[in-house]
């Protein structure tokens, strides 16, 4: 598997104290990277630092599995929380601005940039008046320029109204088909499970965990996990006394019930009448937005 | 005098050179450097001049397409990837249990009721293996374009009461009373028969799968069109899954065991689609319903 952006140990201190600690990150291509954590976590630091806008105090960075960064960061597009723009200008002006800079030939490519992230209707309106939501849209469109390989956008939901929140996602979802590796930073989970697929929870900017949508589910799925010496009888006999086909068997043979949640002795008790040896039955999965919270807390730093 | 003239357009002519060839390398530079690396980017340019900048236009149009043909491999082989991993999975759920209960009859000792149950359970379970692997293959098949529909006049009508009278047993079963109103006469449409059927079938098992003891089907003629709803109570299916119920392998619960493989309503949309119909879902309250349009025949 390929990774676009690898940290080793990458460390960044102000002070003598550690903003981000020792950090390896992981994303991999085609991956929306959600990068969770509470407000001063460490999240922006992480971002300027892979973007070339802060020096790390130790450890290293590797884009696209190289480490020339000067030549891999072209490849890169990034908004930082508070977007950087020409306030006077008009949002085709900022990105006109950018399309000299960046010597992109094609004339139509600031239209179809305006279209995309809905701004095509600002028409005089100057960057200083916008929205703080136009501005996080009118930041993602000039990151967009140059056609990146890797989009990373700090907080992009910042400031947006629901609706917002909903076409900013169908964006990136878009985006994403189109080959653009993603990470997002956020410390609201709601807006973020609904589209990434991949994970990272910084915790004062310790990286407490790093996993991906299908273990995501699977650690938050409700069930009763069970492990017995004979897996096909054991089944028998749950759907034979409790009627139940709820349930599913894993490849390494356990078997995960889904109803009868809060009847695990009865369960266990019917499966030991049957004479099959259980090994371990327990109750497993919590729910999504308590288990995030939870890790951001670091009270599941087991 | 001239000659001052003739120097100055040597050194203008000169800078030009040496202009081009700077440019010329940093293209020949970026050219090596999509070519070695897999990214997005397009060429960019210095020279700020007519010719120079529609070469480079065409070639990034060269790019686009070479882009867009990964992406479409690329789609193509996650799906793949992703059919065969959640069909592994929903085959070995029913296998399991089948076989759990075959060691059972074999284990002997139980009287003739229950023997009997166990075989009918085994049925069952094989039943549902078989029709996962029947819309397996259909669904490939439609997506890969084999998929041949002879196209007719057809009455609608008669279909629609066919097919519901096929589930006669399985809505006895369920307790689910129909709630059918359909036109007096014939409702003709263009299209593929079995098609038709499919999709009425997908919709109906799918409705009694997930609807509580309520069906409703609804056939009217619309101004020089025809109108097909079927909708199901239900407690289950939530707004935010209905946007997506179209969508192969969804199935709305996920803590859930899969009852299905989560295709019947993407083929339903596949079929609906290619005869030139609309389809789409909607929730009101506790009323789930899909609804067809399309022109008449």
């Not at chain 1, 309106?125 to 990373?152: C, E, T, V, Y």
Request: glycine residues 6%; hydrophobic residues 40%.
């Amino acid at each position: 598997m390929e990774y676009v952006l690898q940290t080793n140990n990458l460390t960044k201190s102000y002070a003598g104290k550690c903003v981000v600690d020792h950090v390896n990150m992981n994303i991999k291509r085609g991956d929306i990277y959600g990068f969770v954590g509470k407000n001063g976590a460490g999240k922006t630091t992480l971002i300027r630092m892979v973007a070339g806008l802060a020096l790390p105090t130790q450890g290293d960075i590797k884009l696209f599995g190289s480490k020339e960064l000067s030549e891999q960061r072209r490849r890169i597009g990034t908004t930082i929380e508070n977007p950087a723009l020409y306030p006077h200008m008009t949002a085709r002006q900022n990105l006109e601005y950018y399309v000299r800079l960046y010597g992109i030939p094609e004339k139509d490519v600031i239209d179809n940039l305006l279209k995309l992230v809905g701004l095509e209707n600002t028409n005089k309106k100057k960057s200083k008046n916008f929205s703080l939501g136009m501005k996080q849209r009118l930041a993602i469109a000039i990151a967009l320029l140059g056609n990146p390989d890797f989009l990373m956008l700090d907080e992009p939901t910042n400031g947006l109204d629901p609706f917002g929140i909903k076409e900013m996602r169908e964006l990136l979802l878009e985006l994403n088909k189109k080959g653009i590796t993603i990470l997002i930073s956020s410390h609201i989970l709601g807006e973020l499970s609904k589209i990434a697929t991949a994970y990272g929870i910084i915790n004062n900017g310790v990286l407490v965990d790093e996993f991906n949508k299908n273990e995501l589910m699977e650690r938050c799925k409700r069930c009763i996990k069970i492990k017995v010496d004979d897996t096909k009888k054991a089944i028998a006999i749950i759907e034979d006394k409790f009627g139940t086909v709820e349930y599913d068997v894993l490849p390494d043979d356990r078997i995960r019930l889904f109803s009868h949640i809060n009847k695990v002795s009865d369960v266990n008790k019917q499966l030991v009448l049957g004479d099959i040896a259980v090994e371990s039955i327990r109750v497993v999965g919590q729910d999504l937005e308590g288990y995030f919270v939870e890790l951001m807390e670091g009270k599941n730093n087991d | 005098m001239v000659v001052g003239i003739l120097i100055l357009i040597i050194v203008i002519l000169s800078f030009r050179l040496y202009l081009y060839r700077r440019q010329l390398s940093s293209i020949r530079k970026q050219v090596e450097f999509i070519r070695e690396n897999e990214t997005n980017m397009e060429l960019s340019i210095t020279i700020h001049q007519k010719e120079w900048n529609s070469l480079i236009v065409s070639l990034n149009k060269l790019l686009k397409d070479i882009k867009r043909c990964k992406y479409v491999t690329l789609n193509q082989e996650n799906l793949f990837k992703q059919t065969i991993t959640s069909v592994s999975h929903d085959l070995r759920t029913p296998l399991t249990s089948a076989s759990g209960y075959i060691q059972m009859l074999y284990k002997g000792g139980l009287d003739e009721e229950k023997q009997k149950e166990y075989i009918q359970i085994i049925q069952n379970r094989i039943n549902s293996v078989t029709v996962m692997l029947n819309q397996l293959f259909e669904y490939t098949r439609l997506e890969s374009n084999v998929y041949e529909l002879d196209y007719e006049r057809i009455d609608l009508n008669g279909i629609v009461c066919d097919t519901i009278s096929m589930f006669y047993d399985e809505l006895v079963q369920s307790k689910i009373e129909p709630d059918i109103q359909i036109e007096e006469g014939p409702v003709w449409v263009f299209g593929d028969s079995l098609a038709w059927i499919r999709i009425i079938e997908n919709i109906i098992s799918n409705a009694i799968k997930y609807g509580e003891n309520w069906i409703g089907i609804l056939l009217q003629k619309e101004d020089n069109g025809i109108y097909l709803r079927i909708s199901n109570r239900t407690s289950t299916i939530e707004q935010k899954d209905v946007e997506y119920i179209f969508e192969r392998f969804y199935t709305t619960d996920l803590s859930k065991t899969k009852k299905s493989t989560g295709l019947g309503l993407a083929i339903a949309k596949e079929f609906a689609i290619r005869m030139g119909g609309t389809i789409e879902a909607e929730l009101n309250d506790d009323i789930f319903a899909i609804s067809i349009r399309m022109k008449s025949a």
